[in-house]
């Protein structure tokens, strides 16, 4: 059974990613700093599972992190911790540079010390030829698009927000440790994830929760900014597929082939619900959209060439935008219990137990 170190795990990205890998027979150690973003009861199926083991702490505390590495010698460290919502880094970008750049730091450092001290596969737990860290980031490191045009592995990257510019320069940190230190890395580049558990101040949940709420939907500018969505479900399987065959050193883009422009995402959100949980006065719910002053330096659109990781590691997105969207509305529609228990702040006051750093 390998081990994995997974950061950021109580996160959306990440609580999806350890709930598939547990179920898949992989024993996690799951490190999460529980900022407003870390949600324990993303995890509480996990509750009493011998194969996960919560650990609430900070990837920035080097010493914790040796600690972990040499106490549970996994084969893999999966790096989600990061500060991820662009709208929080416009408005105070340091916590930004200290969790994607300075605590992606401290991980590599702790992972390149443990990594060099595994003596080839005689030890139990881990070996130096099979061990990998894998660094999860985003396509926003491109910076914008035109109306033609994808990101490949070789566009310049050129990051316009705190958020991008912080996650770019993590990139670069782990690039720099494979080429220096020889740490076998390998980077993934996804394009924008929707699905369950996402926190619901990110379009798709924040849509979903307010137009249910009947309040205003707001839309940023004239809502025609495109981004390529992908269900999270997808990216876990090629974050699973770079880690167990891809290449040592190198980067994966990773996409779903659906561009959409916000409007038409937050009208087909509209159109489900609608059909799904009728307004009592009858009215369509796109009546509630309501156009807001355009977020500062918003990239006009994002697309994804994920051809690399399509023609080397066989991964497809096994979700149509169509087919994701009407999943995940019903998703939230059924667990609305964990949507309340976010908005009203409940998910932070009551903890499942864990281990304390
Ligand atoms: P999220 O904000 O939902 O979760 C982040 C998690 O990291 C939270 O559980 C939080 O508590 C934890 N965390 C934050 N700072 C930490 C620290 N210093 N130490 C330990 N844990 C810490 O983010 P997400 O949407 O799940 O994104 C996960 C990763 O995927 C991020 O690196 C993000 O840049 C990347 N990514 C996200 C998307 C997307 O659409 N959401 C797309 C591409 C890439």
Not at 89 to 96: H, K, L, T, V
Not at 187 to 205: A, D, V
Not at 207 to 231: Q, S
Request: proline share 4%; charged share 20%; glycine share 10%.
């Amino acid at each position: 059974m390998p081990t994995w170190l997974v950061t950021g795990g109580a996160g959306f990205i990440g609580g999806n990613f350890v709930l598939e890998a547990v179920a898949s027979g992989v024993r996690i150690v799951n490190l999460d700093a529980l900022t407003y973003a870390g949600n324990r009861d993303t995890l509480a199926s996990l509750e009493g599972n011998p194969d996960h083991l919560f650990v609430h702490g900070d990837i920035g505390d080097g010493a914790l992190v040796a600690r972990l590495l040499a106490e549970h010698r996994p084969d893999a460290v999966v790096n989600f911790a990061a500060e991820s919502h662009v709208d929080r880094s416009i408005d105070g970008p340091a916590a930004f540079v200290q969790t994607n750049v300075v605590g992606t730091l401290a991980l590599l450092e702790a992972a390149r010390d443990y990594w060099k001290a595994l003596d080839g596969a005689a030890k139990e737990g881990a070996s130096k030829e099979s061990f990998r860290f894998l660094h999860v980031s985003t396509d926003e490191v491109y910076g914008s698009l035109g109306d033609t045009g994808k990101f490949t592995e070789q566009t310049a990257y050129a990051p316009n927000s705190p958020y991008s510019a912080s996650k770019a320069a993590s990139d670069h940190l782990v690039r720099a440790f494979h080429h220096t230190y020889g740490l076998p890395v390998l980077t993934t580049n996804c394009s924008n994830n929707y699905g369950p558990y996402q926190f619901p101040e990110k379009l798709i949940p924040l849509i979903i929760a307010r137009a249910l709420a009947g309040e205003p939907l707001p839309v940023y500018g004239d809502g025609m900014n495109v981004r390529d969505w992908l269900y999270v479900g997808d990216h876990c399987a090629a974050i699973r597929a770079v880690l167990e065959r891809g290449r040592v050193g190198e980067t994966y883009n990773v996409g779903g082939d659906a561009e959409m422009r916000n409007i038409d995402v937050v009208n087909t959100i509209c159109a489900l619900l609608d059909q799904r949980r009728p307004r009592e006065d009858g009215k369509p719910r796109n009546s509630q959209i309501t156009y807001v002053a355009d977020r500062p330096g918003h990239d006009r659109r994002y697309a994804i060439d994920a051809g690399k990781l399509k023609s080397e590691l066989g991964w497809q997105p096994a979700h149509s935008f169509e087919q994701g969207i009407a999943g995940t509305v019903d998703w939230y529609l059924g667990h609305q219990d964990w949507v309340r228990r976010v908005l009203d702040g409940s998910y932070r006051l009551e903890r499942i137990g864990g281990v304390a750093a």
